[in-house]
């Protein structure tokens, strides 16, 4: 069983719709959860990250954390088409005990996703 | 503020040769990573550097990959020899922080 578990998708939306995007994990030592976002041929980049449970957001994105149900979750609302991309989870065990500091990331396989005009 | 570079950003080998990849980090940035990704896969790390002493090397395959790290700065990555499996984008990042900033990769062919 992998560390990290991203549903492979594709998933193909129409523009204005909400994309849900999800991952599990098994380490229960993971304190650190990010969302990446890599365009064809890039290198990936920093969406959002969350420190332990809870939600947060930033505009259009809102990411979930249930770490009872080793469960996290991005939803994209009113998607547009320059939201088409790669969506890649990422964890990490936070190095000391104040959780300022993290580890290597573990990567999900990653999820396609395009929206259509 | 310039991201990470890389080079060369595409290299098509035939199995059993040797290559070399070249990573410029952030300016200011002590820590460097290389990770490798395969096609439909996420980025799998294989060696994390502090300033120019390895942190984290244990998942990069010691018998046909090295990687150096002089001066703090630069790190370059070599595969000798390649072998078909080893076909992927090798991505350079680099963190001051926590938050890793990475290059746009080099993909590699091995045929």
């Known amino acids: 069983q992998k560390e990290v578990e991203q549903d492979p998708g594709p998933l193909s939306v129409p523009e204005g719709a909400i994309v849900s995007l999800n991952c599990t994990y098994s380490?229960?030592?993971?304190?650190?959860f990010m969302w990446y976002r890599q365009y064809s041929r890039k290198g990936p980049e920093l969406l959002m990250y969350t420190y332990s449970s809870g939600n947060k957001e930033d505009g259009r994105f809102t990411a979930q954390v249930d770490k009872s149900s080793k469960y996290i979750s991005l939803f994209i609302r009113d998607s547009q088409p320059s939201d088409s991309a790669t969506y890649l989870c990422a964890m990490s065990e936070a190095l000391n005990a104040g959780g300022t500091s993290y580890g290597k990331l573990t990567f999900g396989q990653g999820t396609i996703l395009t929206v259509h005009p | 503020e310039a991201g990470v570079a890389q080079s060369p950003r595409y290299k098509i080998i035939e199995k059993r040769q040797s290559v070399a990849f070249w990573c410029n980090p952030i300016?200011?940035?002590?820590?460097l990573y290389w990770y490798q990704q395969i096609l439909g896969q996420g980025p799998k790390l294989l060696i994390q550097f502090q300033n120019n002493g390895v942190v984290d090397d244990s998942q990069l395959p010691k018998d046909r990959f090295s990687a150096e790290r002089l001066k703090g700065v630069d790190s370059t990555l070599k595969i000798q020899p390649a072998k078909l499996e080893d076909s992927a984008v090798y991505l350079c990042a680099s963190s001051k922080n926590n938050e890793q900033f990475f290059g746009p990769g080099t993909r590699l062919t091995v045929l």
């Open positions: 380490n229960s030592a993971f304190q650190y």
């Open positions: 300016s200011g940035h002590a820590t």
